[in-house]
């Protein structure tokens, strides 16, 4: 019997698009033989089904041409007129959401409260992934090797613009690169060779995030990415890239527009960093394990050649694509890669669900009326 599977992309999020195109992609690779699928599209804070499987209609999306839906108990039912009508149950929900609340925990939390399986790890880790604050914390306190970063909140930058960049500048030395903490694809980033241009790179910055990491710029690295999925217990670990650019780091348009990576080009397989490449690997295997991570997640990492030395940069939790192209020299076809997503979906889900309650006798015994409970 098939596995009735929800593949959800959207939300509200600025890389909403990017995620149109993944999602297409593993609807035009899935196992139809396997599995039954409904596309779901995330849409202004709501579910729309129907009609969501071509690409045209993302274009200029119309609402009005596509049927509303809820989720309540584990089932989607669609909405006309009024009325609620059963529309799907799914047995696991594909994620292809890229940024906002399909990625930050959000969308993963409402899956479980429903009990439903997801591609994605749990909600702990897809928030402290999506937050590239956060991850540096962890990442050092794992004793990885990260760049001299700082924070900054909005708030701080607005009520006093001049005594932050001077904060960061006694912490840090130029060149410096910018970057809204919780947005991705290289949105709202750029690089600053003084307090001019740090200045400006904030107000650019805080546009997108109210956390804005800032961050020492090497000058002389390679951008290396590579990732990882469960397969039972054992942890794939994919080959490494490294994306090629003509800009200080790789731009939205490196990504996705022309012969970006996501069409399968602008890249090096296996990236060109000699030994270090088994450096970057062990890494990879030891945050996917040590974070209990789950699906497919991309570690991205800065290669300092030079020094021999590699520093993790951050970890995304839904990628492009979900990384297909990486795994397919060890013969990993990106249908078999989907199939093996959702098979651990489903068994990752249901080795951490846990008893529904814990009966005991406090109620009963309860004695302190308004006073409320002694601990």
């Known amino acids: 019997m098939r596995k009735k599977i929800a593949v959800i992309f959207g939300g509200r999020s600025l890389e909403s698009d990017i995620s149109v195109i993944t999602a297409m992609q593993v609807l035009a ?41 809820v989720l309540y108990k584990g089932e989607f039912y669609s909405l006309k007129r009024n009325a609620f009508s059963k529309y799907f149950k799914p047995d696991a929900a594909f994620i292809c959401c890229h940024g906002g609340e399909g990625e930050n925990g959000v969308l993963q939390a409402l899956l479980e409260y429903n009990g439903i399986a997801h591609t994605s790890p749990s909600v702990l880790a897809s928030a402290c992934g999506m937050d590239k604050a956060l991850s540096k914390q962890l990442f050092d306190g794992m004793l990885l090797n990260t760049l001299p970063h700082e924070v900054v909140s909005r708030d701080e930058f607005a009520s006093d613009g001049e ?17 809204p903490s919780c947005q991705g694809s290289s949105i709202g980033i750029t690089v600053a060779e003084n307090r001019e241009q740090l200045d400006f790179a904030l107000q650019v910055a805080c ?61 090096i ?28 997640v991309r570690m991205d990492y800065l290669v300092d050649k030079v020094r021999n030395k590699v520093y993790i940069n951050e970890i995304n939790t839904v990628p492009g694509s979900m990384a297909f192209y990486l795994f397919e020299r060890q013969g990993i076809s990106f249908k078999e890669l989907i199939g093996k997503l959702i098979e651990n979906a489903v068994e990752y889900q249901s080795s951490r669900r846990v008893p529904t309650a814990y009966k005991t006798e406090v109620l009963a015994k309860f004695k302190g009326g308004s006073k409320g409970v002694k601990n």
């Open 163 to 179: 005594r932050t960049v001077q904060r960061l500048e006694s912490f840090l030395t130029y060149p410096l690169i910018v970057k």
């Open 207 to 267: 546009k997108f995030d109210g956390k804005i990491i800032v961050e020492h710029k090497l000058t002389d690295f390679v951008e290396v990415n590579c990732a990882a999925f469960r397969d039972g217990e054992r942890v794939v670990i994919s080959d490494t890239e490294q994306p090629l650019t003509l800009n200080d780091f790789l731009t939205f348009d490196d990504k996705y527009m022309d012969n970006g990576k996501m069409g399968g080009g602008g890249h």
């Open 29 to 69: 690779n899935i196992d139809k033989s396997l599995y039954k699928v409904e596309p779901v599209f995330m849409y202004e804070g709501d579910f729309y089904v129907k009609n969501v499987d071509n690409l045209d209609a993302f274009v200029a999306f119309n609402p009005l041409n596509h049927v509303k839906a």
């Open 269 to 296: 397989i296996p990236a060109d960093i000699g030994t270090l490449d088994l450096i970057v690997k062990a890494n990879t295997e030891r945050i996917y394990r040590e974070l209990d991570l789950n699906g497919v």
